[in-house]
C-alpha cells in the first residue's frame, strides 16, 4: 500500500529538549515536504527536498532543521523546541519535478511546553 | 508571493449541493488542487485543475478560470460525511521546485 508513515502520531516535550519527527514514503517520490498547520492559518510549508541532497527553505523555516539522505526517508529536526512551535505538523511526498498530488502522513501532533 | 483565498466556514444541508470558492494570486501559477480534511486527519487529495474548465470526478466537481484566479469545489447530494474542511493548494513553479501553497481551508458543516 502507498503510504507516507509519520512517527511519533503525538509527542509533549519541554522547551529546550531536541527532537526529531520521522517521516518516511514507500512510493519512490523525488519530493517531499514538511508542513505546521495552525489554527487560522492553514498549512505553511516549513522545508523540502527535491531528490537526495538536495533540500531547501519554505515559508516557516526557523527553529527547524532536515536532512534527506535516502530518498525514503526526510525527518525533522527541531534542535531547541520553543512552545511556538506546537502545531500538527505533516509530512507530504509527491512524484517527480513535484507533479502530481501529494500524499500526507498522518500527521504529528507536537506540544512543546 | 502567493495569496490564497477561501471563505473560512459554510453550512449545507444533507441531499444538497454547495459551492466553495477560492480565489488566488500566484506568479507562477502551474496547477490548482482541492484536498479534504477531517479533523484532526492527513488532508487527501480530491481533484486537480491545470486549465480551464470542469472537472468532475463522481459527487465532486472541480472548476478553473485562469484569467479570473479563481476556482470553485462543488459537492451534489451531500451526505454528512462530507462535513471536513476542504482546502484549495496552488502550484507554483517560481522557484523551479512546483511547491504547494495552501488557503487557510473552508470548514463545511453538513446538517440533516
Known amino acids: 500500500e502507498a503510504q507516507v508513515t509519520q512517527n511519533p502520531r503525538y509527542l509533549i516535550t519541554v522547551t529546550g529538549k531536541k527532537l526529531t519527527v520521522t517521516c518516511s514514503q514507500n512510493m519512490n517520490h523525488e519530493y517531499m515536504s514538511w508542513y505546521r498547520q495552525d489554527p487560522g492559518l492553514g498549512l505553511r510549508q516549513i522545508y523540502y527536498?527535491?531528490?537526495?541532497?538536495?533540500?531547501d527553505k519554505g515559508d516557516v523555516p526557523e527553529g527547524y532543521k532536515v536532512s534527506r539522505k535516502e530518498k525514503r526517508n526526510f525527518p525533522l529536526i527541531l534542535e531547541s523546541p520553543s512552545p511556538n512551535q506546537t502545531s500538527l505538523y505533516f509530512c507530504?511526498?509527491?512524484?517527480?519535478?513535484?507533479?502530481?498530488?501529494?500524499?500526507f502522513g498522518q500527521g504529528t501532533r507536537l506540544t512543546v511546553v | 508571493g502567493q495569496n490564497i483565498d477561501q471563505p473560512t466556514e459554510m453550512t449545507a444541508t444533507e441531499g444538497a449541493i454547495v459551492q466553495i470558492n477560492c480565489t488566488y494570486q500566484t506568479s507562477g501559477f502551474n496547477g490548482l488542487f482541492w484536498y479534504q480534511q477531517h479533523a484532526g486527519e492527513a488532508p487527501t487529495f480530491l481533484s486537480y485543475n491545470v486549465l480551464d474548465g470542469l472537472e468532475e470526478k463522481g459527487r465532486f466537481s472541480s472548476f478553473l478560470s485562469r484569467s479570473k484566479g479563481y476556482s470553485y469545489l462543488l459537492l451534489k447530494e451531500l451526505q454528512m460525511k462530507d462535513s471536513a474542511s476542504y482546502l484549495c493548494?496552488?502550484?507554483?513553479?517560481?522557484?523551479?521546485?512546483?511547491?504547494?501553497?495552501f488557503g487557510t481551508g473552508t470548514r463545511l458543516t453538513v446538517i440533516p
Open positions: 527536498s527535491m531528490n537526495v541532497e538536495v533540500t
Open positions: 493548494a496552488v502550484r507554483d513553479h517560481q522557484t523551479g521546485a512546483n511547491n504547494l501553497f
Open positions: 507530504a511526498s509527491r512524484g517527480g519535478q513535484g507533479v502530481g498530488e501529494a500524499f
